[in-house]
């Protein structure tokens, strides 16, 4: 199986959403956003493998697909 890196970051419309994680998962996405380089930060990184990991979820793909675009594109997924 191919990994795929995170790619540069493009400008983008982002929300604002607040939760809390373990302090090492932190060091650890803050040291792969140094390593990446550039103007990449920590939003991105966990954008970038939040995106992957959707993508990469075949069950998830189908329910998103089975669902009306209005629903499934609403805050929260219509819920």
Known sequence: MTRRRIQ?????E???V?????ADLVRAID?????L????????VITQA???AL???A????????????AASSPRGGA
């Open 59 to 70: 069950d998830f793909q189908k329910h998103r697909a089975s669902r009306p675009a209005a």
């Open 50 to 52: 939040i995106e992957i």
């Open 18 to 22: 607040s939760f809390r994680l373990p």
């Open 31 to 35: 040291d792969y956003a140094k390593f």
């Open 37 to 44: 380089g550039g103007s990449t930060d920590r939003t991105y």
């Open 8 to 12: 540069p970051r493009p400008a983008l």
């Open 14 to 16: 982002l929300e604002t």
């Open 55 to 57: 993508e990469r979820d």
